[in-house]
């Protein structure tokens, strides 16, 4: 943290793990801003006069900031991987590991589930999902079971989902599949790439000369958002030049991606596909 003075975004306050240590870096007039549109990370919610929680998906970061007096901030901090608590309640539907409902709505109160994308979309559109946001190579053949299956009713369950596919998946490939099917339908259901393109743009204007833009991404499709943002100040990764040919762009990446070593991976295996880029507001 290069100013304890000022005023910091953590885009995805989960469990409140960086906000702690963010915090605990702060001066008495520095500030950190927690956003997270889960109701249920309100319980973690931080006691500190330092800190304030937003309840609200993050695309809307440079609204709310400006509507708490801020046009700028010092950094914006954004961990894209989802919470262990969503994959370990059965009731939210995130995880194969657990019978319950298709749900995967990571605000409550929307009223669009996965089930709904399951019941609803037609074959041609689930496998054009489960290739965009799962890259399924089999994903026209997984559409096509579903269908299948949907016809005798309606898919709301874990285990009618798993039943309905596995004749599609083979069983060395059956939990990478499987983790890719409902990250799939995860994405689709929370409108992740939109919402992640509306926080990395927003974060051009947002931060200040000088300060950072630190992401986590945990698959290909946002990590190459978020590479080409760095990289070119956009998300389609193209660099615009002046009339001299000299490129224009609004950040400088600070070194190369950051993995997880070795013991890392052992000790969280979810943490094999992380990657953490920086860059600096020029």
Known sequence: MAD???IYVDATF?????????????????HLYGFDQDADTMNNIIPDDRFTFVYSNFRYMRN???????????????????????????????????????????????GFKASDVLNDYPEERL???????????NGRQLAQAIGRA???????????????????????????????????????????VDALREMLESSVELLDKGGRLV??????IEDRMVKN??????????????????????FRTIGKPIIPDAQEQAVNPRSRSAKLRICERI
Not at 232 to 243: M, P, Q, V, Y
Request: charged residues 30%; neutral net charge; hydrophobic residues 35%.
């Open 64 to 110: 709310f900031m400006r509507w708490y007096g801020h046009d700028k901030v010092d950094g914006i901090l954004a961990d894209l991987g989802v919470s262990w608590h969503h994959f370990d309640d059965s009731t939210r539907g995130f995880s194969f590991r657990f019978e319950g409902p298709i749900d995967m709505r990571m605000n409550q109160k929307e």
């Open 150 to 192: 949907r016809k005798n009713c309606r898919m709301e369950t874990v285990s009618q989902l798993m039943e309905a596919v596995r004749p599609v998946i083979g069983r060395e490939r059956e939990k990478k599949d499987t983790a890719k099917l409902f990250q799939a339908l995860r994405m689709e259901v929370n409108h992740e």
């Open 4 to 6: 304890p003075d000022g």
């Open 215 to 220: 992401v986590i991404t945990y698959h290909s």
């Open 14 to 30: 989960g469990g409140g793990g960086h906000s702690r240590e963010i915090v605990s870096r702060l001066s008495p007039k520095g």
């Open 127 to 137: 496998a054009q999902l489960f290739w965009l946001y799962g890259e399924l190579q």
């Open 229 to 250: 943002l760095m990289k070119s100040g956009n998300i389609e990764g193209d660099i615009k030049t002046d009339f001299y040919g000299n490129r224009e762009v609004p």
